[in-house]
Every structure is written in structure tokens, then in C-alpha cells.
């Protein structure tokens, strides 16, 4: 069985592509810029694949290239659902990984998939309007939306605060310039993530949504005790104006009903790793 991932050379895709493998799955990595319509039209049905799982996006909440996220969020679906559409075999599976974002500050946490988008950013609102793009293509194509909720692990880029936290506790460093280190948000393992997509891949109901969660959250304040603890080293926190967000969501993890409810009625037991297990191999990478 073959699957056609987009994003495959991405902090997720890396571990999706080794996760898909190791379970006997053979992965065409799609090279084709998702922008180039009649490029990736080609390579798909080169690949002719059995699942296409869509991770390829513009992923930094704070990118200030606007414009790249929506091209690349949106339209980059659009021409990716357009191509796979005109497939002689259409794929038994397609899963699009959405985000946990586009549900804003919530006062309904944990959140399960019934909770309305209130996007606060530009990638929840591409994220927003990529889903609304993807009901169009519900009834003719067998998708499955994603929602993950935050995720970190080996291989992140320091872009993002886990991986930032970790080298600078690795370096021992004095100090660290952060936001507001009391917002609150699930900080689950990639491992996690992608074991669950290729869980979905194989049960999930073609139209559904699922959040990607475990419902347990922290403050960032409590990553850093837990840092701390696990190096013995203690670190100044410096609070920047300049990092902390004016449209902050302060507090956002999920409700895992659906997911997990799924996975027992297949006998599927998805992984359960400890944010310590997961801040301690990211030490020790």
C-alpha cells in the first residue's frame, strides 16, 4: 500500500514518513511546489496512490509572510484536492491536517471538534478557510480532517518555544527572552501525532473531523520547572513586549472523546508518552 504525503521533508512529515514505513506502508514523498497545479497533477498520478496524507503548510503562527500562508494553506489545498480529483484511482483514504487554532480563546476547554472557529491570527484563518474549501470537495473525495493541538519533539525548528526552551537549557544558558509564560496549552509528542494519523488512516469514517489530543495541558511556566528539574539548571525568565502576542490565545488544549472513542472500538491503544519523557528525549537528542 502506497502513501502520497505533501510535507514529507517537515518537522512532521519527517517523523510521518519513518512512522509510515516502519508499519510496512511504501511513501512517495511529493516534491512538486503546491502552487505548480499542472506539476503536481503529474507527480500524483505517477504515484497513483492508495492514501494521500496532506501535511505540507506554512506553520509558524507568527510568520509575517501573510500573503505565503494563505497561498500556501489554501490555494496549495485547492490545486492538491483539484489534482487528486482528476486521478484515475481515486485514493481509499486522504487526510489533511487542519489546526487546533482556528478555535481561538475558547471558554468551552477542553474543545471538542462541535466548537465553532474564532480565529484570532492569519494561519487560523487559513487554516478556517481551508476547511470551508474542503466541504466542497466532502462528497466526492474520502477526506479526513485533522485538528492537532500543540506538538513538539526532535527535529522542531527553535522557531518554536519547546525547542527554544530545550537549547537553551542544553546550553546551559543564563538567561531566555520569552512572551507570556502563562498561557496554557497541551504540549503532546510527535510520536503521538503521527501515530495517530496513520491510526485515521486506516478507521477513520471518510467526512469526519477529529481533534489530535491527549486533554492534558500546562503552562509554559511549568516547562520550565519540568526543564529545569530534568538539567538542574536553573534559567532567568526575561518577559519581552516585543513577544507577547496582542491577540494571544491564553488557554487552549482539547477534548480527545472522538479520537479515543474511535481507537477503543478498533482495539487500537494510541501511545501515551509524558511531556517529561517527551522534554527529556528532546535533552537528549
Known amino acids: 500500500m502506497k502513501i502520497a504525503v505533501t510535507g514529507s521533508y517537515g518537522f512532521t512529515g519527517r517523523h ?19 502552487l505548480d497545479a499542472v506539476e503536481l497533477q503529474n507527480e500524483l498520478s505517477a504515484s497513483a496512490p492508495d492514501f494521500v496524507v496532506h501535511l505540507a503548510a506554512v506553520s509558524f503562527v507568527a510568520s509575517e509572510d501573510v500573503k505565503s500562508i494563505y497561498y500556501t494553506n489554501v490555494i496549495g489545498t ?9 486521478l484515475k484511482k481515486i485514493p481509499t483514504k486522504i487526510l489533511i491536517a487542519s489546526s487546533a487554532n482556528i478555535y481561538g480563546n475558547s471558554d468551552a476547554s477542553p474543545v471538542s471538534e462541535l466548537q465553532p472557529s474564532i480565529v484570532l491570527n492569519h494561519y487560523a484563518a487559513s487554516k478556517a ?16 480532517v485533522t485538528r492537532p493541538f500543540n506538538y513538539t519533539g526532535h527535529g522542531q525548528s527553535d522557531v518554536f518555544l519547546v525547542p527554544k526552551l530545550v537549547d537553551h537549557f542544553k546550553r546551559r544558558a543564563l538567561s531566555i527572552d520569552l512572551g507570556n509564560i ?13 501515530s495517530s494519523y496513520m491510526f485515521l488512516l486506516r478507521f477513520a469514517k471518510s467526512g469526519e473531523t477529529y481533534n ?27 518577559t519581552l513586549p516585543s513577544l507577547v502576542r496582542s ?20 482495539g487500537f491503544n494510541l501511545p501515551i508518552i509524558t511531556l517529561e519523557e517527551t522534554l527529556s528525549s528532546m535533552l537528549g537528542s
Open 212 to 238: 489530535i489530543c491527549t486533554g492534558k495541558s500546562y503552562k509554559i511556566k511549568k516547562l520550565i520547572e519540568i526543564l529545569q528539574s530534568l538539567t538542574q539548571h536553573q534559567i532567568l525568565v526575561k
Open 129 to 144: 478557510a481551508m476547511e470551508q474549501l474542503i466541504s466542497v470537495y466532502k462528497q466526492t473525495l474520502p477526506i479526513v
Open 16 to 34: 510521518f514518513v519513518k512512522e509510515a514505513c516502519a508499519q510496512g506502508y511504501s511513501v512517495d514523498c511529493i516534491k512538486t511546489d503546491l
Open 182 to 194: 502563562n498561557v496554557e496549552r497541551e504540549f503532546n509528542s510527535i510520536s503521538f501525532v503521527v
Open 247 to 266: 491577540n494571544e490565545l491564553m488557554t487552549l488544549y482539547g477534548d480527545p472523546s472522538k479520537l479515543i472513542d474511535l481507537s477503543e472500538q478498533n
Open 78 to 86: 485547492l490545486n492538491l484536492l483539484q489534482a487528486i480529483g482528476q
